[in-house]
């Protein structure tokens, strides 16, 4: 399994940014696909996800309204569209695989090297 994100970057609160994310090295109805992300001095948290077989969406509460998450199937990509982003967002953002929620936690399998995202105030 393979998974290849992109699109990080710097931008000023109330901005977008748009990740992505090609999968690779699985079938792509195997797994959820999403997102965590990583602040400094913060625990790894998850984002996002959607399940390639049904298109179920999922996002953490902190994200709801802002990021909407999508995929392009004969692509193996996902994507992560960040509007209204605030200094709180600023992380490393990791794309994932294989990803459940069990009450209030989410966990994956498999990762992909991060993404920086630095929103200033």
């Known amino acids: 399994v393979q998974l290849q994100a992109s699109g990080g970057g710097s931008v000023q609160a109330g901005g977008s940014l748009r990740l992505s994310c090609a999968a690779s090295g699985f079938s792509w109805d195997d797994y959820a696909i999403g997102w965590f992300r990583q602040g400094t001095g913060k625990e790894r948290e998850g984002v996002s996800k959607?399940?390639?077989?049904?298109?179920?969406?999922y996002y953490a509460d902190s994200v709801k309204g802002r990021f909407t998450i999508s995929s392009d199937n004969a692509k193996k990509k996902v994507y992560l569209q960040m509007n209204s982003l605030k200094p709180e967002d600023t992380a490393v953002y990791y794309c994932?695989?294989?990803?459940?929620?069990?009450?209030?936690?989410?966990?994956?399998?498999?990762w992909g090297q991060g993404t920086q995202v630095t929103v200033s105030s």
């Open positions: 994932a695989a294989d990803i459940s929620r069990y009450g209030s936690g989410w966990y994956a399998t498999y």
């Open positions: 959607i399940s390639s077989r049904d298109g179920r969406k």
